[in-house]
């Protein structure tokens, strides 16, 4: 029998007995390690299409070939930009069936309309000022294809700390969650490299007055999502 995601939800709390109240749906681009398949693409019309994009030579570098096959023949070429909308429309069904209460879900591919079933969140950026900037157009942008769960990670993925200049990148630390006050979303998810990286005392202290001010700010927070759910955007 086809095995859902409802399964895998009430098989993790019957075996772990915790309530799986918060999931986070990553590579569903859908991402793949290798360009296409593990033995490549057809090579047909559609594995070969050339699009001047940046950075991206191939349609399928690291996700699916465009001519694979998705239940009901339907092409990957297709379906590609909506694949992360409906692994969250069913991945919200599910966890709306199993907890029936309130609960939280992240995607990392999105689309119009999911922001009825995720939020989203902008996890693989980089430690500089201009993404910094740019994480607050992103989320202006997200609001208006009505995803208002939105937010970026604090103080970068990738690259925290240039070992040139260690106070240049606590700076952008303590700006980055200063501006992450205001973010819909805050949270900060640290690769294997970032997590090493160690602040002086100094430094920890005005990013723990930002996050208590964060906290201060919540019933704010939840006030405008719960107004947004039953009026709608204004």
Known sequence: ??????????????SVGINAEYGYLGDN???TASDGSVEGCTGSALDTSVYDLENVPKLSRKTVCPSALHHGNLRHYDVHN???????VVSHKALSSVIRERHM???????????????????????TWEDMKHSIVAMLNYNLYN??????????YRHAVKRDNPATEEELCIRWYQLAVFYPLAK?????ETSQVKFSNATEDLIDAAVRERYRL??????LFYSLIHEGCR
């Open 1 to 14: 029998s086809r095995i859902t995601f409802y399964h895998l939800v009430s098989w993790f709390e019957a």
């Open 29 to 31: 681009e859908p991402s």
């Open 82 to 88: 909506i694949y992360g909308w409906k692994s969250s």
């Open 105 to 127: 879900l992240l995607s990392r591919s999105t689309y119009l309309g999911s922001g009825v079933h995720t939020g989203h969140f902008i996890k693989e950026n980089s430690a």
């Open 147 to 156: 995803i208002p769960l939105v937010g970026a990670n604090i103080c970068g």
């Open 188 to 192: 900060r998810f640290t690769s294997e």
């Open 218 to 223: 919540l019933p704010t927070l939840y006030t």
